[in-house]
C-alpha cells in the first residue's frame, strides 16, 4: 500500500512577511526624523556657520606704482687715445675694477720724450738771453743818466730785456706742452668702475687723426634705473595731492624705489627717486623719471630690463584688505560686511591701487567694522539672512613647491634603501 506525503506548511513567506514589517518601521522614523527642519536628535539647531573676517583699521598707507624700468651704469666714460703712436702694452685685466688714474695702455712715447727735451733746451736758451739783455739794460742805465749814452740805445737795451723774458715765457709754456703730451702716451683711467674687454691690441696705430677709442669704464654702484610713468597719471596724482586726498611720501626727493628683476624676485636694496623729467614726450605721452639703486655686489648690470615700484604718494585714513575680500565687477567693486546681529550683507567701496596681495579701500567702510574674507561658498548654501560666526581670518601659508619638497622624498626614499644596505 502506498505511503501518503504529508505536506508541511512553509516558514519563508512569514519570515519575508515579517522583515518587510521591521523595513517599513525604520523607513517612517527616518522620514520622521528627516521632517524636524534640521535639528540635531537632541533637538537643538545646528550652531551658525563660521566665516573668516577681517577689522578694519584706517591708516596711512603708501600707494605703489609699478612702471618698467631699464637699469644704466651711473657713469660712463670711454678711454681714447690722445697721443698718436704704436699701442706697446695693456696694463689691466679685462673685466675687472679699475681705480682713477690707473695706468690702462702705454703708448709709445720715444717722439713725445724727444719733443719735451727739445722744449726745455728752448727754455734754457730763452732764459740765457734774458739774463744777457737784463745785463745790458741795468749796465746802460747809469750811462743814460749821464748822457754817456744816447736815450735810443737805452730804450732799445730795455725793449730786447721785456723780448727776452717773453721768449722765457713761450719756452715754459712749450715744456708743459711737451710734458702734458709726454703724459698721455701712459692712458689712465678717468674714473673708478668696471673695465670691459680692451678694443685694440698691441702695435695698433691709435690716436692718428682722431681719439682712437682704447675701452670703456661704467661705474656700476650706484646705479642708475631709468623709467617712465603716463603724463595723465602724473596729472591725477598732482590733483589728489592738491585736493588733500592724498600726501607726498616722505617728501619729493626721498620716494621708496623698489626694483623687480625679471624673475619675479625683489631686489633687497631700496633706492631713491633723483629727479622727474619736465617735458612730456610727444610721441609716447610719458615722463621720464630716474631713481638711483646700490649696487655693492654688481647684482645688476646695466641695460637689464626690471620693473619699479615706487611710491609716490600715501592715501590717508585709508584701509587694506585682502583681495580675495572685494569683487570687483563692471557694476563697481563691493566687500561683504558682517553686522553686529551676526547677518552678513554687501556693501560698495572704492578701490585705489594695489598694495602687494592687498586692495588700498579708499571710501565705503568705518573704522571697526568686519569685512568677511573666507566663507564665502558657506553662504551660497545658507538662507538669505542667515547669522554667522565672525572670526578672526588667518592667512594660509604658501604651499612648498615642487622643488622644495623634491629633495625631502628623496631623503625619505633613500632612507630604506640605506637602511637595507646596513642589513
Same mark, same amino acid.
Given at each position: 500500500?502506498?505511503?501518503?506525503?504529508?505536506?508541511?506548511?512553509?516558514?519563508?513567506?512569514?519570515?519575508?512577511?515579517?522583515?518587510?514589517?521591521?523595513?517599513?518601521?525604520?523607513?517612517?522614523?527616518?522620514?520622521?526624523?528627516? #521632517?524636524?527642519? +534640521?535639528?540635531?536628535? #537632541? +533637538?537643538?539647531?545646528?550652531?551658525?556657520?563660521?566665516?573668516?573676517?577681517?577689522?578694519?583699521?584706517? #591708516?596711512? $598707507?603708501?600707494?605703489?606704482?609699478?612702471?618698467?624700468?631699464? /637699469?644704466?651704469?651711473?657713469?660712463?666714460?670711454?678711454?681714447?687715445?690722445?697721443?698718436?703712436?704704436?699701442?706697446?702694452?695693456? /696694463?689691466?685685466?679685462?673685466?675687472?675694477? !679699475?681705480?682713477?688714474?690707473?695706468?690702462?695702455?702705454?703708448?709709445?712715447?720715444?717722439?713725445?720724450?724727444?719733443?719735451?727735451?727739445?722744449?726745455?733746451?728752448?727754455?734754457?736758451?730763452?732764459?740765457?738771453?734774458?739774463?744777457?739783455?737784463?745785463?745790458?739794460?741795468?749796465?746802460?742805465?747809469?750811462?743814460?743818466?749821464?748822457?754817456?749814452?744816447?736815450?735810443?740805445?737805452?730804450?732799445?737795451?730795455?725793449?730786447?730785456?721785456?723780448?727776452?723774458?717773453?721768449?722765457?715765457?713761450?719756452?715754459?709754456?712749450?715744456?708743459?706742452?711737451?710734458?702734458?703730451?709726454?703724459?698721455?702716451?701712459? !692712458? @689712465?683711467?678717468?674714473?673708478?668702475?668696471?673695465?670691459?674687454?680692451?678694443?685694440?691690441?698691441?702695435?695698433?696705430?691709435?690716436?692718428?687723426?682722431?681719439?682712437?677709442?682704447?675701452?670703456?669704464?661704467?661705474?656700476?654702484?650706484?646705479?642708475?634705473?631709468?623709467?617712465?610713468?603716463?603724463?595723465? *597719471?602724473?596729472?591725477?596724482?598732482?590733483?589728489?595731492?592738491?585736493?588733500?586726498?592724498?600726501?607726498?611720501?616722505? &617728501?619729493? *626727493?626721498?620716494?621708496?624705489?623698489?626694483?623687480?628683476?625679471?624673475?619675479?624676485?625683489?631686489?633687497?636694496?631700496?633706492?631713491?627717486?633723483?629727479?622727474?623729467?619736465?617735458?612730456?614726450?610727444?610721441?609716447?605721452?610719458?615722463?621720464?623719471?630716474?631713481?638711483? $639703486?646700490?649696487?655693492?655686489?654688481?647684482? /645688476?648690470?646695466?641695460?637689464?630690463?626690471?620693473? $619699479?615700484?615706487?611710491?609716490?604718494?600715501?592715501? @590717508?585714513?585709508?584701509?587694506?584688505?585682502?583681495?580675495?575680500?572685494?569683487?570687483?565687477?563692471?557694476?563697481?567693486?563691493? !566687500?561683504?560686511?558682517?553686522?553686529? *546681529? +551676526?547677518?552678513?550683507?554687501?556693501?560698495?567701496? @572704492?578701490?585705489?591701487?594695489?598694495?602687494?596681495?592687498?586692495?588700498?579701500?579708499?571710501? &565705503?567702510?568705518?573704522?571697526?567694522?568686519?569685512?568677511?574674507?573666507?566663507?564665502?561658498?558657506?553662504?551660497?548654501?545658507?538662507?538669505?539672512?542667515?547669522?554667522?560666526?565672525?572670526?578672526?581670518?588667518?592667512?594660509?601659508?604658501?604651499?612648498? @613647491?615642487?622643488?622644495?619638497?623634491?629633495?625631502?622624498?628623496?631623503?625619505?626614499?633613500?632612507?630604506?634603501?640605506?637602511?637595507?644596505?646596513?642589513?
Amino acid at each position: 500500500m502506498p505511503m501518503s506525503r504529508v505536506v508541511q506548511p512553509s516558514l519563508f513567506p512569514r519570515f519575508a512577511r515579517h522583515q518587510s514589517l521591521v523595513v517599513m518601521a525604520a523607513l517612517a522614523l527616518l522620514l520622521a526624523g528627516c #521632517g524636524k527642519g +534640521g535639528t540635531t536628535p #537632541g +533637538g537643538a539647531a545646528p550652531p551658525p556657520a563660521q566665516v573668516g573676517v577681517v577689522t578694519v583699521t584706517p #591708516g596711512d $598707507v603708501g600707494l605703489v606704482t609699478e612702471l618698467p624700468g631699464r /637699469l644704466e651704469a651711473s657713469r660712463v666714460a670711454q678711454v681714447r687715445a690722445r697721443a698718436a703712436g704704436i699701442l706697446q702694452k695693456r /696694463l689691466f685685466r679685462e673685466g675687472s675694477d !679699475v681705480k682713477a688714474g690707473q695706468a690702462l695702455f702705454s703708448i709709445d712715447a720715444a717722439p713725445y720724450a724727444a719733443a719735451a727735451a727739445s722744449a726745455k733746451a728752448g727754455q734754457a736758451r730763452a732764459e740765457a738771453n734774458l739774463a744777457q739783455a737784463t745785463a745790458l739794460a741795468e749796465r746802460y742805465k747809469p750811462l743814460v743818466e749821464a748822457n754817456a749814452i744816447s736815450k735810443q740805445e737805452y730804450a732799445n737795451a730795455v725793449a730786447a730785456q721785456k723780448q727776452a723774458e717773453a721768449d722765457v715765457a713761450v719756452g715754459r709754456a712749450s715744456v708743459q706742452t711737451a710734458s702734458i703730451n709726454l703724459g698721455y702716451a701712459a !692712458v @689712465t683711467a678717468p674714473i673708478s668702475g668696471r673695465i670691459g674687454r680692451a678694443l685694440v691690441t698691441e702695435g695698433a696705430l691709435v690716436g692718428q687723426g682722431d681719439a682712437t677709442q682704447l675701452a670703456v669704464i661704467q661705474q656700476i654702484n650706484p646705479m642708475y634705473v631709468n623709467f617712465t610713468q603716463s603724463a595723465s *597719471d602724473v596729472m591725477k596724482l598732482r590733483a589728489a595731492m592738491a585736493g588733500g586726498q592724498l600726501k607726498r611720501a616722505n &617728501g619729493a *626727493d626721498a620716494a621708496s624705489v623698489r626694483i623687480m628683476l625679471e624673475d619675479g624676485t625683489e631686489y633687497p636694496r631700496p633706492g631713491r627717486l633723483l629727479f622727474s623729467d619736465l617735458t612730456v614726450d610727444a610721441t609716447t605721452g610719458q615722463v621720464t623719471l630716474r631713481a638711483e $639703486v646700490p649696487n655693492p655686489d654688481g647684482q /645688476l648690470l646695466p641695460g637689464l630690463y626690471v620693473r $619699479v615700484r615706487l611710491e609716490q604718494a600715501q592715501a @590717508t585714513n585709508a584701509i587694506t584688505l585682502p583681495q580675495q575680500a572685494v569683487t570687483r565687477t563692471a557694476q563697481g567693486d563691493t !566687500v561683504m560686511v558682517v553686522g553686529a *546681529d +551676526g547677518k552678513v550683507s554687501s556693501r560698495p567701496v @572704492t578701490i585705489g591701487s594695489a598694495k602687494g596681495t592687498q586692495w588700498v579701500v579708499l571710501d &565705503g567702510l568705518k573704522a571697526g567694522e568686519q569685512v568677511m574674507v573666507d566663507g564665502f561658498q558657506k553662504l551660497q548654501m545658507m538662507p538669505p539672512g542667515t547669522p554667522v560666526k565672525a572670526v578672526p581670518w588667518q592667512p594660509t601659508a604658501p604651499a612648498p @613647491t615642487a622643488a622644495a619638497s623634491a629633495p625631502a622624498a628623496a631623503a625619505s626614499s633613500a632612507a630604506p634603501a640605506a637602511s637595507a644596505a646596513a642589513k
